[in-house]
C-alpha cells in the first residue's frame, strides 16, 4: 500500500464511527475485503460465529482461509470491512484471544526448549517489563501435561516431531487463557495420536464456553469434529451448522466442480441434489 | 614484554577494556541479527559506516570520535532503512538489497575521504585507519563514549528482552499477541548499527562483519535457550577481543583487528566441531555408536523371530544364513551381545560353523525391542 | 600515430577502464543476482586479498596471469569454506558467508603486516585502488604503452564475454531452473563454480584500477538497475553493461570536477542509474507503480462497491446495506472517499442512485458476477 493510502486507513480509524457491536456473538465480520497487488483475496466477507461452538473454514487453497485468519486478528490490513470479538474490536481484545499459528511460519532451529516456548504465550499477560516466574512456569507446564507432553518440557525444539511443535504451538495458546481461539490448520500433517490429542482438547474447550474457529485441511473431518462450518472460496459460499451446510452444493460451488464427491452413506445424505433415500439422515 | 607489564600498560589497558565491550555488544546484538538471518546486514551497515565517520569528521572539524560515532550511526541506519525499502517496495532481492547498499554507501564513503584528503587539512590523517580499525590509538575518552553506546544498547534488550525474544522466533503470533513488530523489528535491525559504530575503533569497518556473525554463531552452538546464547557470545566476544589485543601487544606488527577476527572464527570452528550435543565431532561418534546399537537390536529381534517360527527359544541361528540376512559380516555384533551376555555360541553339529542362540536375558531383551517399534506408541 | 594518442590520452584510458572493470562486472553480477548470491562477490572481493598476498609472497609477481589464478583459486576456495560449513546445518548459509571470507581477509592482512610491510601492496591501495594512477604502470605492447590494467581488464573482460556467449543457454537455464538444467546434463554447479572464478579473476583485475570495495558496487549495482528495467536476460546483461560505461564515462567528469576519487565517483553514479531506473523503469519503476495503482485503487473501490451491493440485493438487508450511508458504515470509507467512489461508479455506468438506495445496472451486475462467480455462464 502507498504511504497516503496508510495514513488515510490510520486516520480512518481513528475518526472511527462505531463499529457495530454485536455482544453476542463471538465473532462477528463485516464486508470484510483484502486485496493483494490488485487480486483479490477476500471480497466482502460477512461471517457471524455465535460463541461456544467449534466452528471449521474450509475452502480451496489459496481462498483466502489463512488470509482471512490474519486479517481477524490484524496480521493483514483489509482494504475495506471491520472485525468485531464479542462486540470489541481485536486490538483492544487481544487478551481474550488465542492463536495457533501454522507451524511452517517459525524457525524451529531457534534455541529454546518446549517449556520456554509456551511460556512465551504468557507475555500478553505479564505487560512490558515483567519477567517470568514461577507463576509461569506452572501454567505453561500444566498445559503441557493437556497436550501430553510434560515429560518433553526441558526438550530442545529443534529435536521435536511435527506433531510435538504443534502441540507445543497448542499449549501456547491454552495458557493465553484466551476466549476465542484462532487455528491455522492444526492437523496438517500430524499423526494419529497428535490429531486425536488436539480434537480431545478442542473439544474441552468447546464444552467449557470456548469458542473455537479452526482453519481445516480436511473434508473428511469436517463432520466428525466441528458443530459449525463456514465454507470460503474468497466470499462465503455459506455458513452455519455443519449438517445445513456441509452439503454437496454447497461444496461444488465452493470447489468450482473441481471436487468429487462420493455419495454414499458415510458421506450422508446431500441436501437438494439427488437423495432419493429418506432414512432419516 | 611479560605479561603482567603487559597489563600496565596503558594502551594495552585500552585496547583490553575497548575489546570487552565490543565483545559485549557485538555478541549479544549479533544473536539477534544472526537468528534473523540479517547475519550479512552487519557487512552492509558496517561499511556504510564509512561516510559516516567522514561526516563526522567534517562536523567535528577534528578527529572526534563521539560526533565520528555519531555520523557512523546515522549513515548505518540510513543503509538499513534503504535495504529494508528496497526490498519491501521493490523486485530486488535481499542480497542485491544489501550489496547495493554496501556498494553505494562505501563508494560514498571513499569520495567523501577523498575530498576530505583533498583539502589537506591536517588532522585528517587517520581518518582512513577506520578502515581496518586503530586499536592501538583507542584513547580513555574514547572507552567513555563506547561504554556508553554499549550501556544504551545493553539496557534496550534488558528492558524489552520478551518482546525482542517473542518477535525473534515468532512474529506472527507477536503481532496476534499485540507486540508492535513493525517497531520492534525495526529497532532490533537498527540496534546492528550500534555494535557497528562501537567496533569501528577496534576492529575497523571491513571486519565488522565477523565481531557480529562469529560470537553469536559460536554461542549457538552451545546454548539451548536465547538467554545462554546470548551470554556465551557476549563471552567469546570478550575472550576473542581480548586474545587479538594482548597477542597483538606482545608482538610487533600485527594489527589488533584481524588477530580478533581471528581468534572468533577459531572459536567457532571449535564449537562446530565439539559442542556437546550438537558438534559435528558428537554426531559422528553417536552416529558409530547407533550403527552398533542399531545393529544389536536388530540382531535380536531376527533370533528372536526365527526362534518364534520354529517354536523352539533356543533355537541355533547358523552365522553364515545370518551373514547372508544382512549383507554383511554379523560377528562383531554378535560378540558384543555376547559379551552382554544376551547371546551364546553353541555347538549345533560337529563341523558346522558358528550357532548362536539367545540366553534368556536375551530373549527378554528381544521382547523388549520388538515392544518398543509395535505401531501403539505415543 | 592514432593509437598513440589513444594510449597517450590518460582522460580516455581512465574512463575505459573503469567501462571494462563495470563490463567485466555486470556479466558475471548479472548471474549472481539473478541466482541470489551478490553477496558472494562481496566475500570474494575481500578473501583474494589472502589469495594476492599468498601469490606475491610466492613468486613476487604483484599481477599478471599467477595473480589471476591464484585470485580464481582463492575465490573458488571461499566458496567451497562456505559450503562446507553451511554444509553441517549448524550454520545458516548467509552467517556462513560472514564467517569465512573475513577470516580470510584477516589471515590476509596479517600475512601483509609480517612480511610484505614495505611493498606496494598494501591493505588501503587494495581497498581503495586509485584508478587514477593506472597509466604510471604500463606495458609494451607492439611498441606502444599502454596501463597494464588495461591489458589484463581487457583480458578479463573479454574472457568473461566468451563464458557468456558460448554458455547462454546454459547459463539461462541453470539460473531459472537449476533442476532441468542437472538433469539435462548441463551441470548447474560446475557453471556456478566456473562463474565465480570468473568473478574472481575479475575482482583481481579490477584491483589496481578500483579497488575491492568499489568493485562489488560495479559487479551489483548496474544488473540490479536493469533488472528493474526488463525481464529478459539478454536485454538485462546489455543494459546492465551500458549502465556501466555510462557511468564510467559520467563518473569520471564528476570526479574531476569535485576533485574526488575517480573510482567513487564512478561507483556513485551506478547508483544514480539505479535511482533513475528505480524511478522511471517502465514497468517497475515507482512512477509506473504509483500511476497503475492509482488506476487500480479506482478500479478496486468500484469493485468493492459493485460486489457489496451484489451480495446484498434482493436480501433481507438490503435496505440497509445497499444504501449510501452503508457506504461509510459498513465498508469503512470515510464520507470523501465514499463520494468519490460513488460518483465514478455512477459516470462509468455501474450504479443507480435513488434518494439514498442504490441500485446496480445491468453492467455493474454482470460485472459483480463476474468476478465472484467467473465459472457461471453470463446470463
Known amino acids: ?281 | 614484554m611479560p605479561m603482567l607489564a603487559l597489563l600496565s600498560d596503558y594502551t594495552v589497558q585500552n585496547v583490553a577494556i575497548g575489546a570487552v565491550l565490543l565483545g559485549v555488544v557485538s555478541g549479544m546484538l549479533g544473536s539477534f541479527a544472526v537468528l534473523r538471518q540479517q547475519s550479512l546486514l552487519g557487512d552492509t551497515l558496517a561499511h556504510a559506516a564509512l561516510p559516516g565517520v567522514c561526516i563526522g569528521f567534517l562536523i567535528a572539524g577534528t578527529r572526534d570520535l563521539g560526533w565520528i560515532m555519531a555520523g557512523a550511526l546515522v549513515t548505518s541506519v540510513l543503509a538499513a532503512l534503504f535495504v529494508l525499502a528496497l526490498t519491501r517496495r521493490t523486485r530486488i532481492k535481499t542480497d542485491a538489497a544489501l550489496g547495493t547498499a554496501l556498494g553505494l554507501t562505501f563508494a560514498a564513503g571513499v569520495v567523501l575521504l577523498t575530498w576530505i584528503q583533498g583539502q589537506s587539512n591536517a588532522s585528517q590523517g587517520g581518518l582512513d585507519t577506520f578502515l581496518f580499525g586503530q586499536a592501538a590509538a583507542t584513547l580513555r575518552s574514547d572507552l567513555w563514549i563506547m561504554g556508553g553506546v554499549t550501556l544504551i544498547a545493553v539496557a534496550l534488550v534488558l528492558c524489552c528482552w520478551k518482546q525482542f525474544k517473542l518477535v525473534t522466533f515468532d512474529p506472527e503470533f507477536a503481532g496476534a499477541s499485540g507486540l508492535p513488530v513493525a517497531l520492534l523489528e525495526g529497532v532490533l535491525t537498527a540496534m546492528i548499527a550500534l555494535a557497528v559504530v562501537v567496533g569501528l575503533q577496534m576492529v575497523g569497518v571491513v571486519l565488522m562483519t565477523s565481531m557480529v556473525i562469529a560470537p553469536a554463531v559460536a554461542a549457538r552452538q552451545w546454548a539451548k535457550r536465547l538467554e545462554g546464547m546470548v551470554v556465551l557470545a557476549m563471552g567469546v566476544g570478550i575472550v576473542a577481543g581480548l586474545s587479538g589485543a594482548l597477542i597483538s601487544a606482545s608482538a610487533r606488527n600485527l594489527a589488533t583487528g584481524p588477530l580478533i577476527v581471528l581468534a572468533a572464527t577459531a572459536i567457532v570452528l571449535l564449537s562446530i566441531l565439539f559442542a556437546p550435543g550438537r558438534g559435528v565431532l558428537w554426531e559422528q561418534i553417536r552416529r558409530w555408536h547407533d550403527r552398533g546399537t542399531i545393529g544389536q537390536r536388530q540382531m535380536l529381534s531376527t533370533l528372536y523371530k526365527l526362534a518364534a517360527h520354529h517354536r523352539d527359544p533356543e533355537y541355533p541361528a547358523e552365522a553364515g544364513m545370518l551373514d547372508g540376512l544382512y549383507g554383511v559380516r554379523t560377528q562383531g555384533i554378535l560378540r558384543r551381545l555376547e559379551q552382554r551376555g544376551l547371546v551364546e555360541a553353541v555347538e549345533h553339529m560337529p563341523g558346522e560353523g558358528h550357532h548362536w542362540t539367545l540366553t534368556p536375558a536375551g530373549r527378554e531383551e528381544a521382547e523388549r525391542v520388538l515392544a518398543s517399534v509395535s505401531p501403539e506408541t505415543p | 600515430m592514432m593509437l598513440e594518442a589513444f594510449f597517450g590520452n590518460s582522460a580516455l584510458m581512465i574512463v575505459m577502464t573503469g567501462a571494462l572493470v563495470g563490463i567485466a562486472g555486470s556479466l558475471v553480477g548479472t548471474f549472481l543476482v539473478l541466482r541470489r548470491n551478490a553477496m558472494l562477490s562481496d566475500a570474494i572481493s575481500h578473501s583474494i586479498v589472502l589469495g594476492i598476498v599468498v601469490v606475491w609472497l610466492l613468486t613476487h609477481a604483484q599481477s599478471g596471469p599467477i595473480q589471476i589464478i591464484g585470485a580464481a583459486l582463492t575465490g573458488l576456495l571461499t566458496v567451497f569454506l562456505t559450503e562446507l560449513i553451511a554444509s553441517t546445518r549448524r550454520v545458516k548459509t548467509d552467517a556462513a558467508i560472514g564467517l569465512v571470507f573475513p577470516a580470510l581477509f584477516a589471515a590476509g592482512v596479517l600475512l601483509l603486516n609480517l612480511y610484505a610491510r614495505d611493498v606496494h601492496i598494501d591493505e588501503h591501495t587494495v581497498l581503495l585502488g586509485e584508478i587514477g594512477f593506472i597509466w604510471l604502470d604500463t606495458i609494451a605492447i607492439g611498441g606502444y604503452e599502454v596501463p597494464q590494467a588495461i591489458v589484463w581488464m581487457s583480458v578479463v573482460a573479454l574472457a568473461n564475454a566468451a563464458f557468456v556467449i558460448v554458455f547462454f543457454k546454459e547459463l539461462k537455464l541453470s539460473t531459472f531452473d537449476p533442476q532441468l538444467a542437472a538433469a539435462l546434463g548441463f551441470a548447474p554447479t560446475v557453471l556456478f563454480y566456473a562463474l565465480l572464478a570468473l568473478t574472481s579473476t575479475t575482482a583481481v583485475a579490477a584491483f589496481d584500477a578500483v579497488g575491492a570495495v568499489l568493485f562489488v558496487a560495479f559487479v551489483i549495482v548496474p544488473p540490479t538497475a536493469a533488472y528493474l528495467l526488463t525481464d529478459r536476460l539478454a536485454p538485462m546483461l546489455l543494459l546492465a553493461c551500458a549502465i556501466a560505461i555510462l557511468s564510467s564515462i559520467s563518473g569520471y567528469q564528476v570526479a574531476l570536477w569535485l576533485d574526488v576519487s575517480i573510482g567513487g565517483m564512478m561507483a556513485l553514479m551506478t547508483g544514480a542509474f539505479l535511482g533513475l531506473a528505480l524511478l522511471f523503469g517502465p514497468r517497475h519503476g515507482w512512477i509506473a507503480q504509483e500511476w497503475r495503482r492509482l488506476g487500480e485503487r479506482h478500479m478496486e473501490a468500484a469493485r468493492t462497491l459493485v460486489v457489496h451491493l451484489y451480495q446484498h440485493e434482493n436480501t433481507g438487508r438490503a435496505e440497509v446495506e445497499n444504501a449510501v450511508p452503508a457506504l461509510e458504515r459498513h465498508l469503512g470509507w470515510n464520507a470523501a472517499r465514499a463520494q468519490a467512489i460513488l460518483a465514478r461508479s455512477r459516470k462509468n455506468g455501474f450504479v443507480l442512485q435513488e434518494g439514498r438506495m442504490l441500485y446496480l445496472t445491468h453492467k455493474g451486475r454482470e460485472t459483480a458476477r463476474s468476478l465472484i462467480e467467473p465459472w457461471a455462464p453470463a446470463r
Open chain 1, 1 to 281: 500500500m502507498g504511504i497516503i493510502q496508510r495514513l488515510v486507513t490510520r486516520h480512518r480509524r481513528s475518526a472511527a464511527h462505531e463499529p457495530l457491536h454485536e455482544p453476542n456473538l463471538a465473532l462477528h465480520v463485516e464486508d470484510l475485503t483484502v486485496v493483494y497487488e490488485g487480486k483479490p483475496v477476500l471480497w466482502d466477507i460477512d461471517l457471524n460465529v455465535p460463541p461456544g461452538v467449534m466452528a471449521a473454514i474450509i475452502g480451496p487453497n489459496g481462498a483466502g482461509k489463512s488470509t482471512l485468519l490474519k486479517s481477524v486478528l490484524g496480521l493483514v490490513q483489509p482494504t475495506a470491512g471491520h472485525v468485531c470479538i464479542h462486540g470489541h474490536s481485536p486490538r483492544i481484545q487481544k487478551r481474550r484471544i488465542g492463536y495457533v499459528p501454522q507451524r511452517s511460519t517459525v524457525d524451529w532451529d531457534f534455541p529454546t526448549t518446549v517449556l520456554d516456548v509456551v511460556m512465551m504465550g504468557r507475555y500478553g499477560h505479564l505487560g512490558w517489563m515483567r519477567w517470568p516466574g514461577s507463576d509461569e512456569r506452572e501454567r505453561a507446564l500444566a498445559a503441557l501435561d493437556k497436550v501430553q507432553m510434560a515429560h518433553l518440557g526441558d526438550r530442545q525444539i529443534s529435536q521435536l516431531s511435527g506433531g510435538q511443535q504443534q502441540r507445543v504451538f497448542l499449549a501456547r495458546a491454552l495458557v493465553q487463557e484466551a476466549d476465542v481461539y484462532f487455528l491455522d490448520e492444526p492437523m496438517a500433517g500430524v499423526d494419529a495420536t497428535t490429531e486425536r490429542v488436539v480434537v480431545n482438547l478442542l473439544k474441552e474447550l468447546r464444552d467449557a464456553g470456548k469458542t473455537l474457529i479452526v482453519v481445516h485441511h480436511d473434508l473428511q473431518t469436517v463432520r466428525d469434529y466441528f458443530d459449525w462450518l463456514a465454507i470460503i472460496n474468497v466470499r462465503v459460499i455459506a455458513q452455519g451448522r455443519v449438517p445445513d451446510v456441509y452439503t454437496g452444493e454447497h461444496l461444488r460451488r465452493a470447489y468450482g466442480g473441481r471436487i468429487a464427491l462420493l455419495e454414499s452413506e458415510s458421506f450422508g445424505t446431500p441436501r437438494g441434489v439427488d437423495a432419493p433415500r429418506n432414512d432419516g439422515a
